[in-house]
């Protein structure tokens, strides 16, 4: 099996001249499809920066970055916007929802912003909010929706147009355990059952018995890199 994500010789700073400060410094790793990869380390480690840049959101000072085979820093700006549309889904910590906007325009926005027709891209809508679990708060806005269901709508929108990656932003921040725990499953079962590539920055520590990978990251380098089994996680889950 291939990788669908490659980052080679990641570098870059911020800021210029003696203020100029590393956050990535000749990071190269793979992401395979169908696994949930954790990515941590402290605050200012590059985690966060990392996935900007394999995500298509951020061009690095030096390094390659390809997803299904293509080079993301080769494209113009148009056609690296299309191909994210087309292959790379996001969840962000804050949820990014519309106020005004109920969780069915939110996942159908996507959509309707890649020119598909409104009928299609609503009966699309309610089958990755059925995903979710969230077929029955379908019509309601964010202010009336819990912590927990806003990041499902996030998800659900992140998952609508199918992309083969998942990049996610400390999606359980700003959750409970409860709430936070159920994400990440829910983003373990993404994986397995449509063999996306899931990519997660966190913090939390709760979180790795749900992946299959956890990458530690220390001022911009990969300090360890460790997989998970997944028979051991059965035999958790059993017990």
């Known amino acids: 099996m291939s990788a669908a994500v490659i980052a080679n010789g990641l570098v870059h700073a911020f800021g210029s001249g003696a203020a100029r400060s590393p956050v990535l410094q000749g990071l190269s790793a793979e992401f395979m499809p169908g696994e949930v990869s954790l990515v941590m380390g402290a605050s200012g480690s590059g985690k966060s920066t990392l996935l900007a840049a394999i ?3 951020l061009r690095p000072d030096r390094g390659e970055v390809r997803i299904a085979g293509t080079a993301l820093w080769s494209l113009t700006a148009r ?3 299309r191909f994210r549309y087309q292959h790379c889904g996001y969840i962000f910590q804050g949820f990014n929802l519309f106020p005004a906007l109920t ?5 159908a926005l996507p959509l309707r912003f890649g020119g598909i027709a409104k009928n299609t891209a609503k009966a699309r809508a309610e089958a990755s909010l059925a995903e979710v679990g969230l077929e029955a708060r379908l019509h309601l806005r964010p202010a009336e929706l819990s912590g927990g269901e806003k990041q499902r709508v996030a998800i ?3 998952l609508v147009t199918r992309p083969q990656v998942l990049f996610a932003d400390e999606p359980t921040s700003a959750l409970d355990s409860l709430n936070g725990t159920a994400v990440i499953a829910l983003l373990q079962d993404i994986a397995r059952a449509l063999g996306t590539t899931v990519i997660v920055v966190t913090h939390d520590a709760r979180l790795i018995r749900h992946a299959e990978r956890v990458l ?3 001022n911009g380098r990969i300090i360890s890199d460790e997989r998970i089994s997944r ?3 059965a035999i958790e889950k059993a017990a």
Do not use: C, K
């Not at 969780?103 to 996942?107: G, H, K, M, S, Y």
């Open 156 to 158: 659900a929108r992140a």
């Open 55 to 57: 995500g298509g959101l």
């Open 216 to 218: 530690q990251i220390d």
């Open 103 to 107: 969780a069915l325009d939110q996942v």
């Open 79 to 81: 056609s690296l916007e």
């Open 231 to 233: 028979t051991s996680m």
